[in-house]
């Protein structure tokens, strides 16, 4: 059996307030990946965006994490990153990526040897 490339969902928004769909995007999201065959999605994560995004009514982002907190309990999968809120400012989408795609990196294990060059399994399969 082929194996499976391993997946990270990551969501980035005000989440003022979470809701239900946003849990089941990820539900969906999963369940499609894994009936491909393909793919085995090994997380998620929710990143509410910072205080200074100005959008009108917006929360306080510790009060937006504290709410994300709640609402994944019973998650045994899905996280909240409280990162990109705690920042000094608003990022933009792309750094947050950016972050996330180091952390994990970082996280995987190391492999030596004369085809892997001490690289991290993430960026070998092409991320």
Partial sequence: MKSRIPVVLL?????NPITNMHLRLFEVARDHLHQTGMYQVVQGIISPVNDNYRK????????????????LQTSDWIRVDPWESEQAQWMETVKVLRHHHRELLSSLPRTEGPDHSGSASLERAGA
Avoid: E, I
């Fill in 11 to 15: 969501a980035c928004g005000s989440f």
């Fill in 56 to 71: 009108k009514d917006l929360a306080a982002a510790q009060h937006r994490v504290a709410m994300v907190r709640l609402a």
